[in-house]
């Protein structure tokens, strides 16, 4: 566990990341980054809360088989969205343009780009970010599980 | 639309699709305990089996099937607003590619019932059956895939699923060592695969193999075509372990499980298919395709003749098969290097073709007895304990129906007849021996030697006093092995039926770039 000071600030950064995980995740179709990143940002806040409070503490509040659990269901909302698709063909983009959700039109030409377009696009990029949360968190909580606390 | 002809229409992509879906789902299934997992990835495994199944059914009859990720129809190749390019991910399925298919899932269905028994009572089997299903979808995907990008992809998925099997049984560190010596290598080939692409990439704006050979064949054979050639030349023929780049497969094949390595070894073959469709469809009609033949012809004798010798001073009977697989691998870049360097010649017709199918029978009977000979050694391991061939004895005494099928697949590895070894070895010596007569010497010498090692692993494990009270394998392990030594009596005594349906099309299909190419750009229907 770390001092007062860097527990505060983890404290104060982690909804941050967290919320800046989720933005990057959400804009994948139209910004630089997309479903690994942003879950790989994400990821970084569980590194963040092990550094600040150690890893005996943060198991307890962040379990491993609840991390792989959520992997599974990231994987499983990926190709669950393609699976849909196979009425026409597998990974078929059913949502583009249907006017449901993620469903509006894009008109010709440069604009600011819109949220609510691109179809099963931004889907699976929420699935590809909850899946890479998932793994790399598993992943650091084993990796940082071999520190050891050092007595001052 | 029935179900049946849902299935037809869309085979290529359910054949990933399933095990893909299979592998995800196991961890959660898990949950509910241990068999209903097992039932769960049996049926997956059985499913994916028929789907490939399925597709040799559809190539031999319909030709070659293309279908297209997120297009509408799912055979629209290219769409009209794409300014004549394939544009989007493209599964095209010939001959060669459903023959491979079909020898990735049967592996894997073998492997899949042999691990019943073989790891019950082992930790983590969640992920060992999800990685094994990932694996399988490795192999798949490289077989069936007609992207170049896509093809690097499915050939991570292989290699990392792999690496993590290798390191399944931890073995003192010795097994994850070897996992990391392989997923480092493979992790180093991938990226000069990628490189590789990305100069195709950036000459012919295409991703898609048959508009990428179309483009080079219109543009004529430059210098960078050259360097991308043999980077992804020598990258696939390190991950089908051909000497020299044979370092990395004694460690993998001998750390790995018995299943595991038996799966190994066809997920290098479905590199070696790779190496094939590169040579053939994407550079065989731009580049010389004699010297890159004789190419392959001279990586397979150094392969079969070091392996063999190689294997002559192992005592670990893992180590000892994996050094004959480099040794099998060179019989098949032998055969199918001869056809290649004959291509558009009248010497193809003569023998070059004869050579090719010898080379591709013996992709599918090494898959059969090499597959048989590591689920032995695995039997051999779970009840002695030790893979140590100096610490063995007496085995048969107790052991009967593994020292059968131990025996089935040694002889038919020798190429003794009736036994399918022996068929396609011969095809191979008679073909090659019309374009030099001392590459079938040196075939028929490393033949001989392959025996003489079997003979004395059989005779060291199996043969001499009792040492150990030790009882029959599980029956699981026993039907996996069983299914492996049917097919082989069967293809050694009936090799026609083999021949007919799965070696003779694939042949064709290496054989025919145009038809390839034609059927992707032209239209796709």
């Known amino acids: 566990m770390m001092s007062k000071i860097v527990r505060t600030q983890a404290n104060f950064l982690y909804p941050f990341i967290l919320i800046f995980g989720f933005y990057i995740v959400a804009h994948g179709h139209l910004t630089p980054g997309g479903g690994f990143q942003g879950g790989a940002v994400i990821a970084t806040g569980i590194a963040l ?35 849909i698709g196979l009425s026409t063909s597998f990974f078929y983009n059913f949502l583009a343009n249907s006017g449901l959700l993620f469903g509006d039109k894009v008109s010709y030409g440069a604009n600011p780009g819109y949220l609510n377009t691109a179809g099963t696009l931004p889907i699976m990029n929420l699935a590809v970010g909850v899946e890479v949360l998932g793994g790399l968190g598993v992943i650091l909580m084993y990796m940082l599980s071999y520190g050891k606390e050092v007595s001052k | ?6 299935i037809i229409t869309n085979a290529p992509a359910l054949a990933i699709a399933v095990p893909l879906l299979g592998a995800f789902l196991t961890p959660l299934i898990y949950r509910a305990g241990r068999k209903t997992a097992l039932i769960w990835v049996l049926s997956v495994l059985g499913f994916t089996e028929f789907l490939a199944l399925l597709l040799v059914y559809l190539v031999n009859t319909y030709g070659i099937q293309v279908y297209v990720f997120g297009g509408n129809p799912s055979t629209l190749a290219i769409p009209p607003d794409s300014g004549g390019i394939p544009i989007r991910i493209i599964f095209t399925v010939d001959g060669m590619s459903a023959f491979t298919a079909l020898i990735s899932s049967t592996i894997g269905l073998v492997a899949g019932i042999y691990s019943v028994a073989s790891e019950k009572g082992r930790g983590a089997q969640d992920k060992f059956f999800a990685l094994l299903l ?22 991570e998925i292989n290699s990392l699923s792999a690496a993590a099997l290798v390191s399944y049984r931890i073995h003192g560190g010795k097994a994850v060592e070897a996992a990391f010596k392989y997923a480092v290598v493979s992790s180093i080939g991938a990226l000069m695969i990628l490189f590789a692409i990305a100069i195709l990439y950036g000459e012919y704006d295409a ?16 210098a960078m075509d050259m360097i991308a050639m043999a980077l992804i030349v020598v990258t696939l023929a390190m991950k089908c372990g051909a000497v020299p780049m044979h370092y990395w497969v004694p460690d993998g094949y001998g750390e790995a499980p018995g299943e595991i390595s038996a799966m190994i070894m066809v997920a290098s073959q479905a590199s070696l298919y790779g190496l094939f469709r590169m040579c053939f469809t994407v550079f065989g009609l731009s580049a010389n395709t004699h010297s890159l033949g004789w190419f392959l012809i001279i990586l397979g004798l150094l392969s079969m003749f070091i392996g063999v010798t190689m294997a002559f001073l192992q005592h670990d009977i893992k180590r000892l098969m994996a050094y004959h697989s480099v040794s099998q691998t060179g019989y098949m870049l032998l055969g199918v290097g001869v056809g290649l360097a004959t291509l558009g010649t009248s010497a193809f017709n003569q023998y070059g073709l004869f050579a090719m199918e010898g080379g591709i029978f013996h992709i599918l009977n090494n898959m059969l007895y090499k597959g048989l000979l590591f689920l032995t050694a695995g039997a051999i391991i779970y009840r002695v304990g030790t893979s140590d061939l100096n610490k063995m004895g007496g085995l048969a005494h107790t052991m009967k129906f593994t020292a059968i099928f131990y025996l089935i697949g040694a002889l038919a590895i020798a190429g003794i007849p009736p036994f399918n070894g022996f068929v396609s070895k011969l095809m191979i010596y008679e073909s090659v021996y019309q374009l030099n007569p001392f590459l ?30 030790v009882k029959e394998v599980p029956k699981s392990m026993l039907i996996a092995m069983g299914i492996l030594s049917f097919f082989i009596v069967l293809f050694g005594i009936f090799p026609n039926i083999a021949m007919t349906y799965l070696v003779a099309p694939a042949a064709h299909a290496l054989a025919d770039p145009v038809g390839y190419i034609t059927r992707v750009l032209g239209g796709g229907a």
């Open chain 1, 49 to 83: 809360v092990i550094v600040a409070y150690g890893y005996d503490r943060v198991k307890s509040w962040i379990k491993k088989s609840t991390l792989t659990a959520t992997e599974s269901i990231g994987l499983l909302c990926f190709i669950l969205t393609a699976f």
């Open chain 2, 440 to 469: 079938a010497v040196v075939a028929a010498i490393v033949s001989m030697l392959t025996l003489a090692s079997f003979l004395k692993v059989f005779h060291s494990a199996f043969m001499g006093p009792k040492l150990y009270n």
């Open chain 2, 1 to 6: 639309m029935s179900v049946w002809d849902f």
């Open chain 2, 207 to 222: 991703l898609n193999m048959a508009m990428i050979a179309e483009r080079m064949y219109q543009t004529g054979f430059s």
């Open chain 2, 134 to 155: 990932l694996l399988v979808v490795g192999m798949m995907g490289m077989a069936l895939t007609g992207d170049l990008f896509n093809f690097f992809v499915f050939l």
